[in-house]
């Protein structure tokens, strides 16, 4: 079963004159433990598939399902708790709270989810650590790195039990050497069997990963071209 599938999905902004078609019957399927990184060019409609993957907004036609359940089914609050318990987003600005610690950032959502601190906290610093950020737990975010600051975002993206990760030009501020741990990480994020969309304009950040979907005016170009494996563009690859 597929983890995120978006069957002819349309998004239509505005009315009359001022009416905008963001997205114009896009299909697409994401299995456990693949990555899709979707590319086109500013104002195709990416930002705007990812929200809608994310139901963070809904469709203005077709339908998205995540691990087979219909979102247009689902309640305000059923929609709250998916969330929080099953996707992590990746936010070009990280979008972490200033007034917590790394090691809380991390934390939150499975505290807003109703796991006790104690139990979070745990979890939050196991998610720094394999991110080689342990020592980092207990410092704000305006004392991390941006690459750090990134880390902290997708150890806050996959903490708990989330089945999809949506990453909005994850590499997009880091240099590169950054750019590639960050990939190796949501990489690594699949591996365990998490499914990953990332949107990005770089080609290096695209090799990482399993197939690219091209959108151009709404509309999917190409989704079925695979990108050459990233030990081609960096070395050493992450060996998939």
């Not at 990746?90 to 007034?99: A, C, H």
């Not at 949506?166 to 190796?184: C, F, H, I, K, Y």
Request: proline share 5%.
């Amino acid at each position: 079963m597929s983890v995120l599938e978006l069957r002819d999905v349309s998004k239509i902004h505005g009315s009359g004159a001022a009416q905008v078609t963001a997205l114009r019957n896009v299909d697409l399927s994401v299995g456990p433990g693949e990555m899709v990184a979707v590319m086109g060019p500013s104002g195709s409609g990416k930002s705007t598939l990812l929200t809608i993957a994310g139901s963070l907004e809904s469709p203005t036609d077709g339908e998205v399902l995540i691990s087979g359940n219909a979102l247009s089914t689902m309640s305000a609050d059923e929609l709250a708790a998916l969330r929080r318990r099953s996707i992590g987003y990746v936010f070009q600005d990280f979008n972490l709270l200033p007034g917590l610690t790394a090691a809380e950032n991390v934390a939150l959502p499975l505290e807003l989810d109703g796991t006790s601190a104690r139990r979070a906290r745990a979890a939050g610093l196991l998610a720094l650590q394999r991110l080689d950020l342990a020592d980092r737990a207990g410092h704000f975010p305006d004392q991390l790195s941006g690459g750090e600051r990134q880390r902290v975002a997708i150890a806050r993206a996959v903490v708990g039990e989330r089945r999809l990760l949506l990453a909005d030009e994850p590499t997009g501020a880091l240099d590169s050497s950054t750019g590639e741990a960050v990939m190796r990480l949501i990489r690594s994020a699949c591996k365990q069997g998490v499914a990953a969309v990332v949107v990005t304009h770089d080609a290096q950040a695209a090799s990482w990963a399993d197939r690219v979907v091209f959108l151009r005016d709404g509309r999917v170009t190409d989704g079925t071209a695979t990108p050459p494996g990233p030990e081609s563009l960096l070395a050493p690859g992450p060996g998939r």
